[in-house]
Protein backbone atom coordinates (compact mmCIF):
# COMPACT_ATOMS: atom_id res chain seq x y z
CA UNK A 1 0.00 0.00 0.00
CA UNK A 2 1.15 3.72 -1.03
CA UNK A 3 0.34 6.65 -0.43
CA UNK A 4 -2.46 8.31 -2.65
CA UNK A 5 0.06 11.83 -2.77
CA UNK A 6 3.23 12.29 -1.86
CA UNK A 7 6.89 14.63 -2.93
CA UNK A 8 8.54 10.65 -2.38
CA UNK A 9 8.94 10.22 -6.49
CA UNK A 10 10.43 13.19 -6.73
CA UNK A 11 12.97 12.96 -4.07
CA UNK A 12 13.69 9.63 -5.20
CA UNK A 13 13.80 10.65 -8.96
CA UNK A 14 16.51 13.51 -7.86
CA UNK A 15 18.30 11.23 -5.97
CA UNK A 16 19.47 8.60 -8.23
CA UNK A 17 20.28 11.37 -10.56
CA UNK A 18 22.42 13.32 -8.73
CA UNK A 19 24.26 10.84 -5.76
CA UNK A 20 26.29 8.34 -5.61
CA UNK A 21 27.02 5.26 -3.76
CA UNK A 22 29.24 6.51 -0.92
CA UNK A 23 31.44 3.19 -0.37
CA UNK A 24 31.23 -0.74 -0.98
CA UNK A 25 31.94 -2.19 -4.14
CA UNK A 26 29.71 -0.04 -6.19
CA UNK A 27 31.29 3.53 -4.58
CA UNK A 28 30.88 6.06 -7.64
CA UNK A 29 27.80 4.27 -8.90
CA UNK A 30 24.41 6.39 -9.29
CA UNK A 31 22.17 6.12 -6.20
CA UNK A 32 19.72 3.41 -5.90
CA UNK A 33 17.13 3.47 -3.05
CA UNK A 34 15.97 -0.43 -2.13
CA UNK A 35 12.25 -1.03 -2.44
CA UNK A 36 12.02 -0.83 1.15
CA UNK A 37 14.14 2.35 1.19
CA UNK A 38 11.89 4.04 -1.38
CA UNK A 39 8.18 2.91 -0.02
CA UNK A 40 9.35 4.78 3.13
CA UNK A 41 10.49 7.86 1.39
CA UNK A 42 7.18 7.31 -0.50
CA UNK A 43 5.26 7.54 3.34
CA UNK A 44 7.80 9.90 5.04
CA UNK A 45 6.49 13.05 1.93
CA UNK A 46 3.11 12.22 1.72
CA UNK A 47 1.07 14.77 1.71
CA UNK A 48 -2.57 15.71 2.37
CA UNK A 49 -5.20 17.54 -0.48
CA UNK A 50 -3.85 20.92 1.77
CA UNK A 51 -0.40 20.16 0.65
CA UNK A 52 0.78 19.88 3.98
CA UNK A 53 2.90 16.59 4.82
CA UNK A 54 0.67 14.04 6.55
CA UNK A 55 3.88 13.01 8.94
CA UNK A 56 5.41 15.85 11.35
CA UNK A 57 7.88 13.18 12.81
CA UNK A 58 9.23 9.69 12.39
CA UNK A 59 10.95 6.78 13.64
CA UNK A 60 13.22 4.28 11.62
CA UNK A 61 13.94 1.01 13.74
CA UNK A 62 15.90 -1.06 12.14
CA UNK A 63 18.87 -3.88 12.89
CA UNK A 64 22.22 -3.06 13.01
CA UNK A 65 23.53 -2.98 9.29
CA UNK A 66 20.26 -2.14 7.35
CA UNK A 67 21.88 0.75 6.32
CA UNK A 68 20.28 3.65 8.32
CA UNK A 69 23.13 6.17 8.11
CA UNK A 70 23.36 5.73 4.67
CA UNK A 71 19.80 6.41 4.18
CA UNK A 72 19.48 9.20 6.34
CA UNK A 73 22.45 10.68 4.88
CA UNK A 74 20.84 10.70 1.51
CA UNK A 75 17.78 12.21 2.88
CA UNK A 76 19.94 15.02 4.51
CA UNK A 77 21.17 16.07 1.11
CA UNK A 78 18.16 15.89 -0.48
CA UNK A 79 16.30 18.58 2.30
CA UNK A 80 19.74 20.26 1.91
CA UNK A 81 19.84 20.37 -1.94
CA UNK A 82 16.56 18.95 -3.57
CA UNK A 83 12.77 19.00 -4.07
CA UNK A 84 11.70 18.39 -0.74
CA UNK A 85 8.96 20.75 -0.17
CA UNK A 86 5.36 21.22 -2.09
CA UNK A 87 5.39 23.16 -4.21
CA UNK A 88 1.79 23.12 -5.87
CA UNK A 89 -0.22 20.92 -8.02
CA UNK A 90 0.54 19.43 -12.02
CA UNK A 91 -1.88 19.39 -13.92
CA UNK A 92 -2.73 15.90 -13.56
CA UNK A 93 -3.66 16.33 -9.86
CA UNK A 94 0.04 15.33 -8.53
CA UNK A 95 2.02 17.51 -6.08
CA UNK A 96 5.42 18.55 -7.26
CA UNK A 97 8.08 18.99 -5.34
CA UNK A 98 10.47 21.85 -4.68
CA UNK A 99 13.14 22.80 -3.35
CA UNK A 100 13.23 24.34 0.52
CA UNK A 101 13.87 28.45 -0.04
CA UNK A 102 16.27 28.33 2.93
CA UNK A 103 17.54 24.98 4.15
CA UNK A 104 18.90 23.98 7.67
CA UNK A 105 19.32 20.51 8.30
CA UNK A 106 20.42 19.42 11.01
CA UNK A 107 22.05 15.91 12.33
CA UNK A 108 21.98 15.22 16.06
CA UNK A 109 23.27 12.91 18.24
CA UNK A 110 24.22 12.90 21.78
CA UNK A 111 27.58 12.78 20.77
CA UNK A 112 30.16 13.82 18.22
CA UNK A 113 31.20 10.35 17.55
CA UNK A 114 27.49 9.47 16.53
CA UNK A 115 26.72 12.23 13.96
CA UNK A 116 30.25 11.53 12.29
CA UNK A 117 28.51 8.22 11.11
CA UNK A 118 26.34 10.19 8.62
CA UNK A 119 28.13 13.21 8.07
CA UNK A 120 31.30 10.92 6.94
CA UNK A 121 28.91 9.72 4.39
CA UNK A 122 27.71 12.90 2.83
CA UNK A 123 31.14 13.81 0.78
CA UNK A 124 31.13 9.92 -1.00
CA UNK A 125 27.81 10.37 -1.43
CA UNK A 126 27.94 13.89 -3.69
CA UNK A 127 30.81 11.88 -5.52
CA UNK A 128 33.88 13.95 -6.84
CA UNK A 129 34.71 17.85 -5.82
CA UNK A 130 33.78 18.62 -9.12
CA UNK A 131 30.35 17.37 -8.82
CA UNK A 132 29.83 18.59 -5.09
CA UNK A 133 30.65 21.77 -6.80
CA UNK A 134 28.42 21.41 -9.80
CA UNK A 135 25.37 21.18 -6.90
CA UNK A 136 26.72 24.53 -4.91
CA UNK A 137 27.99 22.38 -2.12
CA UNK A 138 30.94 23.68 0.14
CA UNK A 139 32.18 20.79 2.21
CA UNK A 140 33.52 21.31 5.68
CA UNK A 141 33.43 18.74 8.74
CA UNK A 142 30.57 19.49 11.02
CA UNK A 143 29.11 22.33 8.74
CA UNK A 144 28.36 21.85 5.08
CA UNK A 145 26.92 24.99 3.11
CA UNK A 146 24.59 24.99 0.36
CA UNK A 147 23.48 27.07 -2.42
CA UNK A 148 22.39 30.82 -0.46
CA UNK A 149 21.79 30.39 3.24
CA UNK A 150 21.23 26.79 2.40
CA UNK A 151 23.20 24.81 5.42
CA UNK A 152 23.74 21.05 7.00
CA UNK A 153 25.21 20.76 10.39
CA UNK A 154 25.92 18.46 13.09
CA UNK A 155 24.91 18.69 16.54
CA UNK A 156 25.49 17.20 20.12
CA UNK A 157 23.99 17.04 23.20
CA UNK A 158 23.57 20.71 24.74
CA UNK A 159 19.81 21.41 25.15
CA UNK A 160 20.25 25.25 26.05
CA UNK A 161 23.01 25.84 22.76
CA UNK A 162 20.05 23.93 20.44
CA UNK A 163 17.31 26.65 21.75
CA UNK A 164 16.20 28.93 19.16
CA UNK A 165 17.53 27.36 16.32
CA UNK A 166 15.42 27.47 12.93
CA UNK A 167 16.16 24.18 11.25
CA UNK A 168 13.91 22.74 8.37
CA UNK A 169 14.75 19.26 9.13
CA UNK A 170 16.30 17.09 11.81
CA UNK A 171 17.93 13.72 11.72
CA UNK A 172 18.03 12.22 15.44
CA UNK A 173 21.10 9.61 15.03
CA UNK A 174 20.82 6.32 17.24
CA UNK A 175 17.85 7.70 19.83
CA UNK A 176 18.47 4.47 21.90
CA UNK A 177 21.20 6.13 23.34
CA UNK A 178 19.70 9.55 24.27
CA UNK A 179 19.12 8.88 27.73
CA UNK A 180 18.24 11.19 30.69
CA UNK A 181 21.85 10.90 32.22
CA UNK A 182 23.09 12.33 28.81
CA UNK A 183 20.78 15.13 28.19
CA UNK A 184 19.02 13.05 25.70
CA UNK A 185 15.69 13.04 26.22
CA UNK A 186 16.14 16.86 26.98
CA UNK A 187 17.83 17.68 23.55
CA UNK A 188 14.98 16.01 22.09
CA UNK A 189 12.37 18.10 23.71
CA UNK A 190 14.55 21.07 22.61
CA UNK A 191 13.91 19.60 18.96
CA UNK A 192 10.43 19.80 19.15
CA UNK A 193 10.11 22.96 20.60
CA UNK A 194 12.27 24.06 17.78
CA UNK A 195 10.33 22.33 14.92
CA UNK A 196 7.20 24.02 15.77
CA UNK A 197 8.18 27.42 15.26
CA UNK A 198 8.39 26.27 11.49
CA UNK A 199 6.19 29.39 9.79
CA UNK A 200 4.86 26.88 7.24
CA UNK A 201 4.37 23.64 9.47
CA UNK A 202 6.62 21.93 7.25
CA UNK A 203 9.89 21.33 9.91
CA UNK A 204 10.60 17.73 10.55
CA UNK A 205 12.57 15.44 12.31
CA UNK A 206 13.21 11.56 11.28
CA UNK A 207 14.50 9.07 14.26
CA UNK A 208 16.99 6.21 13.46
CA UNK A 209 17.60 3.73 15.62
CA UNK A 210 18.47 0.43 16.61
CA UNK A 211 15.87 -1.28 19.10
CA UNK A 212 15.42 -0.30 22.56
CA UNK A 213 16.72 -1.74 25.79
CA UNK A 214 13.40 -1.46 27.89
CA UNK A 215 13.78 0.30 30.99
CA UNK A 216 16.39 2.71 30.54
CA UNK A 217 13.82 5.74 29.27
CA UNK A 218 15.37 6.55 25.86
CA UNK A 219 13.84 8.23 23.41
CA UNK A 220 13.58 5.57 21.53
CA UNK A 221 11.65 3.87 24.43
CA UNK A 222 9.43 6.77 24.63
CA UNK A 223 9.11 7.31 20.84
CA UNK A 224 8.04 3.32 21.01
CA UNK A 225 5.36 4.12 24.18
CA UNK A 226 4.06 7.39 22.21
CA UNK A 227 3.30 5.26 19.20
CA UNK A 228 1.46 2.53 21.07
CA UNK A 229 -0.47 5.29 23.10
CA UNK A 230 -1.64 6.53 19.42
CA UNK A 231 -1.89 3.32 17.96
CA UNK A 232 -4.34 2.35 20.52
CA UNK A 233 -6.08 5.41 20.67
CA UNK A 234 -5.01 6.47 24.30
CA UNK A 235 -3.61 9.25 22.69
CA UNK A 236 -4.98 11.39 20.44
CA UNK A 237 -1.48 13.04 18.83
CA UNK A 238 -1.25 12.54 15.36
CA UNK A 239 1.23 13.05 12.31
CA UNK A 240 3.94 10.11 13.47
CA UNK A 241 5.25 7.41 11.37
CA UNK A 242 6.84 4.80 13.40
CA UNK A 243 7.68 1.71 10.81
CA UNK A 244 9.98 -0.74 12.69
CA UNK A 245 11.10 -4.11 11.06
CA UNK A 246 11.43 -7.17 14.12
CA UNK A 247 11.64 -10.86 14.15
CA UNK A 248 8.99 -12.74 14.80
CA UNK A 249 8.03 -13.04 18.24
CA UNK A 250 9.16 -16.33 20.89
CA UNK A 251 12.36 -16.63 18.64
CA UNK A 252 14.77 -19.49 20.48
CA UNK A 253 17.77 -17.71 20.35
CA UNK A 254 19.97 -20.66 20.92
CA UNK A 255 18.18 -22.35 17.55
CA UNK A 256 20.77 -21.58 15.23
CA UNK A 257 18.19 -22.48 12.58
CA UNK A 258 15.09 -20.31 14.15
CA UNK A 259 17.86 -17.87 14.87
CA UNK A 260 18.88 -16.69 11.38
CA UNK A 261 15.69 -16.89 10.10
CA UNK A 262 14.82 -14.47 12.41
CA UNK A 263 17.60 -12.06 11.75
CA UNK A 264 16.51 -12.61 7.88
CA UNK A 265 13.31 -11.29 8.81
CA UNK A 266 14.66 -8.36 10.87
CA UNK A 267 16.86 -7.36 7.56
CA UNK A 268 14.02 -6.35 4.95
CA UNK A 269 15.17 -6.39 1.69
CA UNK A 270 19.06 -5.19 2.95
CA UNK A 271 20.27 -8.29 1.05
CA UNK A 272 23.97 -7.27 2.06
CA UNK A 273 23.80 -8.34 5.44
CA UNK A 274 25.49 -11.35 6.49
CA UNK A 275 22.93 -13.40 8.87
CA UNK A 276 24.85 -16.36 9.35
CA UNK A 277 27.68 -13.75 10.30
CA UNK A 278 25.43 -12.24 13.15
CA UNK A 279 24.11 -15.40 13.88
CA UNK A 280 27.65 -16.83 15.04
CA UNK A 281 28.35 -13.60 17.41
CA UNK A 282 24.75 -13.74 18.89
CA UNK A 283 25.45 -17.61 19.71
CA UNK A 284 29.44 -17.03 20.70
CA UNK A 285 29.67 -17.28 24.78
Not at 217 to 241: H, P, Q, T
Request: charged residues 20%; hydrophobic residues 40%; contains cysteine.
Amino acid sequence: MLPDKTLGWDVIRWAGENLVQPDGPDAGSDWKWTPEQARLLLWWYAVGDDGRFVFRRGSLVRIKGWGKDPFAAAIALVELLGPCRFGGWASDGEPVAVPHPSPWVQIAAVSQDQTRNTMTLLPGLLGTPSRAKALGVDLGKTIIYGPGSARLEAVTSNPRALEGSRPSMVILGETHHWLPSNDGREMARAVARNLAKSRDGSARALAITNAHAPGENSVAEADFEAWLDIDSGKSRASGVLYDSLAAPAGLDLADPVALRAGIKAASGDSWWIDANRIAEEVLDP
